[in-house]
């Protein structure tokens, strides 16, 4: 097996397919794995190029394969369906992600470390708090319909429904008490999530790139954390490729030489976008009022022109430009240096 140059590995939960190439691109290894066979196997081959599609648990075998002396690329899996032939199959699969490996200009995922890993699953953790916490109240608010019961949209007006739904006298007692169970979890959900807040923050004041961000209008202590968790702003050539792999620039169907653009391509992480396009929703919000600082040449004229929510997605296209440059300068923000500070 020494004539072997480059692997791609199809992982899943017990069987790992492998498709092995020589220097020529010809095929020189098709085998299947069991999960406790794969480190004594790839311990035993001399250090070569081993591809993985970047996507559950696709980190923690990159940092296992790369102790044994390999070079591990982890491809995203829109970069490998290209290569895929026809019907898929484990095989199929595992010669596309060595393929999409093998081509010059392949942009590949850089691994996390343990503790990054572990920094951003609280950020997560947060988020799938808040979701479950957005589903009690949506279910709260529709069970209390039935009974002519409705309240102010929001999660900080949830305990205003719930008391609404006491003072209505002839709600059965079944239903009071499911409504009880339903309040207990929210409780305790806002408790959660207050205790991952305190601690969250406690982690932006002590990291000096969060600081920085934070100075950005419209980016707060979350935004800003995930930003220097899981973004490597070397990785990116400019603040146009940040934008773009954050999903915040539109798709292009152009052909025959006329150029149509569609939709943002919401591509790259999800979760950054949210939080972004929700950082320039309030900023909007705060320049509508009279005198606001916020309201800047470029956002009136965007504003004139084009609809809030579209102008939202605009700025968070400059926000995540202008977040780029922070991180790669060094520097906090400043109002007077956006226009050059966004152009880079």
Request: glycine content about 6%; charged content about 25%.
């Given at each position: 097996?020494?004539?072997?140059?480059?692997?791609?590995?199809?992982?899943?939960?017990?069987?790992?397919?492998?498709?092995?190439?020589?220097?020529?691109?010809?095929?020189?290894?098709?085998?299947?794995?069991?999960?406790?066979?794969?480190?004594?196997?790839?311990?035993?081959?001399?250090?070569?190029?081993?591809?993985?599609?970047?996507c559950g648990s696709s980190h923690y075998?990159?940092?296992?394969?790369?102790a044994?002396?390999?070079t591990v690329r982890l491809v995203p899996p829109q970069y490998v369906k290209p290569y895929v032939k026809r019907s898929k199959n484990d095989r199929i699969d595992a010669e596309a992600i060595c393929e999409a490996a093998g081509r010059p200009g392949m942009h590949f995922v850089p691994a996390k470390t343990a503790q990054q890993q572990a920094d951003g699953?609280?950020?997560?953790?947060?988020?799938?708090?808040?979701?479950?916490r957005t589903a009690l109240i949506n279910t709260v608010r529709g069970h209390a319909a039935e009974f002519g019961v409705i309240a102010a949209k929001g999660a900080a007006k949830a305990e205003v429904l719930f008391s609404a739904i006491e003072q209505q006298a002839d709600i059965p007692q079944a239903a009071t008490e499911m409504f009880a169970v339903f309040r207990q979890q929210i409780i305790d959900i806002n408790a959660r999530i207050a205790e991952l807040d305190a601690k969250l923050h406690a982690a932006h004041k002590a990291n000096p790139v969060s600081q920085r961000l934070a100075t950005i209008p419209g980016v707060g202590p979350i935004t800003a954390l995930t930003?220097?968790?899981?973004?490597?702003?070397?990785?990116?050539?400019?603040?146009?490729?940040?934008?773009?792999?954050?999903?915040?620039?539109?798709?292009?169907?152009?052909?025959?030489?006329?150029?149509r653009m569609g939709g943002i391509s919401r591509a790259g992480n999800e979760r950054l976008r949210r939080l972004l396009v929700a950082g320039a929703t309030s900023v909007i919000?705060?320049?509508?009022?009279?005198?606001?600082?916020?309201?800047?040449?470029?956002l009136?004229?965007?504003?004139?022109?084009?609809?809030?929510?579209?102008?939202a997605v605009a700025l968070a296209n400059k926000m995540a430009r202008i977040a780029w440059a922070l991180m790669?300068?060094?520097?906090?923000?400043?109002?007077?240096?956006?226009i050059a500070v966004a152009k880079a």
């Open positions: 097996m020494s004539d072997i140059t480059r692997i791609g590995v199809d992982t899943s939960k017990a069987v790992f397919t492998l498709h092995g190439v020589d220097a020529t691109n010809r095929p020189v290894l098709r085998m299947n794995l069991r999960r406790g066979q794969v480190i004594p196997f790839f311990r035993k081959l001399p250090p070569t190029i081993v591809a993985l599609e970047a075998w990159a940092r296992e394969i790369a044994l002396g390999h699953m609280v950020l997560k953790v947060r988020d799938t708090l808040v979701c479950q930003f220097a968790i899981e973004i490597d702003a070397a990785q990116y050539e400019s603040g146009r490729h940040l934008a773009a792999w954050s999903g915040l620039t539109p798709k292009e169907r152009s052909t025959g030489g006329k150029q919000q705060a320049a509508s009022k009279p005198g606001s600082r916020h309201m800047t040449q470029w009136r004229a965007l504003l004139a022109r084009k609809p809030r929510k579209l102008a790669n300068s060094g520097e906090t923000y400043r109002r007077n240096a956006t």
